[in-house]
C-alpha cells in the first residue's frame, strides 16, 4: 500500500467585520505576513501535497 501525501482544504471565508475593516480577515497582517501565509505553511510543513484555500463570503465588493 501506498501512502499519499495530504491534500489541505483550508476555509478562509472570514469577512472580519468584528476586527472592524474592510480588508478581508486572512489578508490582516501578523508578524508582516498576512493570516492566511501562517495556515498554508503550517500545512505545507506538515507534509501537504496540495493546499486549496477557499476564499471569500462574497465577490460583489
Known amino acids: 500500500m ?3 501525501q495530504p ?5 478562509a471565508a ?3 467585520t468584528r476586527m ?3 480588508t ?3 489578508l490582516h ?3 508582516g505576513r498576512p493570516l ?4 498554508v505553511t503550517s500545512a505545507r510543513t506538515a507534509g501537504a501535497a496540495r493546499v486549496v ?6 465577490t460583489s465588493r
Open 29 to 31: 497582517r501578523v508578524a
Open 14 to 16: 472570514g469577512l472580519g
Open 53 to 58: 484555500a477557499i476564499l471569500g463570503h462574497s
Open 36 to 39: 492566511l501565509h501562517w495556515v
Open 2 to 4: 501506498s501512502r499519499q
Open 20 to 22: 472592524k475593516s474592510d
Open 24 to 26: 478581508p480577515k486572512v
Open 7 to 11: 491534500l489541505v482544504l483550508i476555509m
